[in-house]
């Protein structure tokens, strides 16, 4: 996760990883920025990645504004760090994914294992849920008019339900139903450069829009 907005003013940057699509060693590798005087929604801003052989930074707007700093320290690093914070355990012999035991599956690789190979890099706007940071998540309850209530099984249906007090907010600074530019994600470029010898990359276009 390149930005994963919680509100105007914070986002987090996230390394995904782990030997199944289940187990996710994320909360070692992430971190968050909030900005102090304005909001993110009054200009465009530099989202950044540095990625090498050796560390990957998260930034914003300028390097020294240091999100996320993932350093591989040693072999086997991720691998190591999911073991050492029991979010997965060790076994040569097979993968026994209910039971959170694997063989590593990147044995053979560099120190940066699995970031050594080519990954999707995704811009995205996610809205909802409780994004496993506690039952409040990023929209409290109670709070700003909030139409439904995080625990209760209808929390879907009533936030439909109240299409009318939100809907218009949505629409502020658009014209006949369109969304208004001032609620819309909007990019102005994307840039990629590579390491000459060391990096190779593959645009994949899959803009909707």
Known sequence: DT?????????????HW?????????????????????DFSKDFHIFGLYWSPDEIIFYVDDINNVVNHVQFKSEHYL?????????????KKGDIPFKKQFANPWLGASSSAPFDQEFYLILNLAVGGTAGVGPQG???????????????????????KAKDDWYPSWTKNGTHGQIGE???LKIDSVNVWA??????????????G
């Open 3 to 15: 930005g994963q907005h919680m509100g105007c003013d914070s986002y987090g940057a996230t390394l």
């Open 18 to 38: 782990g030997p199944a699509y289940n187990v996710d060693g994320f909360a070692e590798t992430m971190g968050t920025w909030t900005l102090k005087e304005t």
């Open 79 to 91: 691998w190591d760090l999911g073991i050492k914070n029991e979010i997965w355990k060790d076994d």
């Open 138 to 160: 990023f929209f409290p309850d109670g709070l700003g008019n909030k139409p439904w209530r995080n625990s209760e099984s209808t929390s879907l249906s009533d936030f439909i």
């Open 182 to 184: 001032n609620t819309a």
């Open 195 to 208: 390491f000459e010898g060391v990096s190779t990359w593959t645009y994949h276009n899959n803009y909707t």
